[in-house]
Each structure stands twice: as structure tokens, then as C-alpha cells.
């Protein structure tokens, strides 16, 4: 019936196990999530792990207040512009950086850091970082957030890079500096 055993045996070995092992993966847990902003020819990317409340503590609990923290799950936080933007009153030159948190209950403390490319922050090294800078902890009363959310709300050349988890939201001040004539 078949002349050719390779065949045979490609066929009916080999292709089903190929299939077998797509079958089985399974979605990560905390997805990947993706937020952009563009004011001009700037151009602004976040990209991040969301997990996921699940009835767990948060703040102090999973996340551990005085400790850094990768800004999500997953491999570490990373923030990409292709202009320089003003972050926080610091100028932020073009190009990608991980983004770290100490979260506390009533400040976070933001990290920019140049090593990329991280899983958590095992390997965090403080010599890397660009700039650091406490931001406010604003409690959300009404409304809780289950997934870890990264928003960024822009008004024309301003915006606030927003953090949100459970009842807690941060603000960051984003500011795109105009193309230069």
C-alpha cells in the first residue's frame, strides 16, 4: 500500500505528535498586553504581563510593599519611545527601558532602567537605572480592577501613564516634546 516507509511513517507517527504538542499549550496565566500613544511623530509603546487579582491580596501581599517590582508578571515591564518625551519633569531620551516599581501604601517609587529583556526583576541592578521618582498612590474607591491595567490618557501633548490593580492607581506625567524645525 505504501511504497514509500518514510512516508508511512511521517504520516502516521511523526504528524500526529506535532499536533499533539500544539494541542497542549496553554495560555499564559497573565497575559501579554500592549498599550501605545503617538503625538506627532512620537511614538510610545508599554509593553506588559497582566495578572490577575484571583481573590488574592494585592498590595503588601503579592506584591510586597518596599520591594521591586517587575510592573506586572512575566518578564519585566518595558516602555519603548521613538522621540525623546519629559517624564515626570525628566527627559527621557528615545529608545527602550524596563520599567520597575516599589510599590508602598502611599507612594510608588517609578524606575526607568536600561537593561531590557529581564524576567521579573531577579536581575534588577540599580547601576542601570536612568531615573527613579515617588508618584502618589491614589486609592479608587468605587471601582476595582482583577487584571493588572497600564493605560496611558493623552490630551494632545501631555498624558498620564496610568497604573491600576485592585483599588490602587498611580500617575505618571507624560509630556511629548514638539518636532524640532
Known sequence: MFRNTRVFFLFFFLIPLFATAQDTVKPRPSPLSIVTARYKDTYLKITYSQPHKRGRA??????????????????????????????????????????????????????INQDTGMWGSYNYNAKQDVTRFDVPVQALSNVAYEAFTITVEQKNNVADLVFMWDK??????IQFNEPKS
Open 168 to 173: 490602587v492607581k498611580v500617575v505618571v506625567p
Open 58 to 111: 494585592v498590595f503588601g501581599s503579592l506584591v510586597p510593599y518596599g520591594k521591586v517590582w517587575r510592573t506586572g508578571a512575566n518578564e519585566a515591564t518595558e516602555i519603548t519611545i521613538t522621540r525623546d518625551i519629559v517624564m515626570n519633569g525628566f527627559t527621557l531620551k528615545a529608545g527602550t527601558y524596563s520599567i520597575l516599581t516599589i510599590p508602598e501604601k502611599e507612594k510608588w517609587t517609578i524606575i
